[in-house]
């Protein structure tokens, strides 16, 4: 069956140092995305790709990266950790642009900051 | 920033019974998508109603959406236990545009 698989699912790290999530699907979609999802802020965008070689910012970029050189991955790394980045951290993928199926999401990264 | 705004942000309820959640927002809308999240789990997508649509059903889940109200609400009927979770409305502004989420509702539904 086709998923989409987040790893680590735990992971702390310490200040200043870079940390890479990795997102895989299996789903053939060509859109994907990387959320955070924070105590009363719900979940915020970070950065998406329409594509290989195609990314983009979202809402909250400022300290992370994306990079897509296959379908299948969009791994989010956070250039130098800041506790401000605590957080769990969602990819999700979609087939469409029009979002007719809407989105399927992995389990998530917990990441915590020290 | 979030723009779809869930109401209530907590429910509990008791089995058997209907939960009803809400959702505003403030921009047109392309369509309009319901997730649960489950605690510690990822979102999973419920239903999607398009802007020019009114209601959907899907098996105990019924979504109204009222584009001059900018609102849309989400009715579980009979609730389980297993219904207790989060949910999330998320909304998409065009038809290439990334959804933008609420802050989703706490449903808690007692045995």
């Known amino acids: 069956d086709a998923e989409i698989t987040q790893s680590p699912r735990h992971k702390i790290t310490e200040t200043g140092r870079q940390v890479t999530l990795a997102c895989h699907q299996t789903w053939n979609h060509n859109n994907m995305f990387w959320y955070r999802q924070d105590l009363g802020h719900g979940l915020r965008l970070i950065h998406y790709s329409y594509g290989v070689q195609d990314t983009n910012k979202g809402e909250v970029s400022d300290g992370y990266s994306v990079s897509r050189s296959n379908t299948e991955d969009l791994p989010l790394t956070l250039e130098s950790a800041a506790s401000s980045q605590t957080s769990v951290y969602f990819c999700?993928?979609?087939?469409?642009?029009?979002?007719?199926?809407?989105?399927?999401f992995g389990s998530g990264t917990r990441l915590t900051v020290v | 920033s979030q723009q779809g705004e869930e109401d209530p942000q907590a429910l509990s309820i008791q089995e058997g019974e209907n939960a009803t959640m809400n959702c505003s927002y403030k921009?047109?809308?392309?369509?309009l998508q319901w997730y649960r999240q489950n605690s510690g789990r990822g979102l999973v997508h419920l239903i999607l109603?398009?802007?020019?649509?009114r209601e959907k059903h899907s098996g105990r889940l019924r979504v109204t959406l009222d584009t001059s109200k900018k609102s849309s609400s989400l009715l579980i009927t009979a609730s389980r236990a297993a219904d207790t979770a989060s949910y999330f409305c998320a909304r998409k502004d065009g038809a290439n545009s990334k959804l933008t989420f609420g802050k989703g509702i706490t449903l808690s539904v007692r045995p």
């Open positions: 921009t047109s809308i392309n369509n």
């Open positions: 109603i398009r802007s020019n649509e």
């Open positions: 999700a993928s979609s087939e469409s642009l029009e979002g007719r199926y809407g989105y399927t």
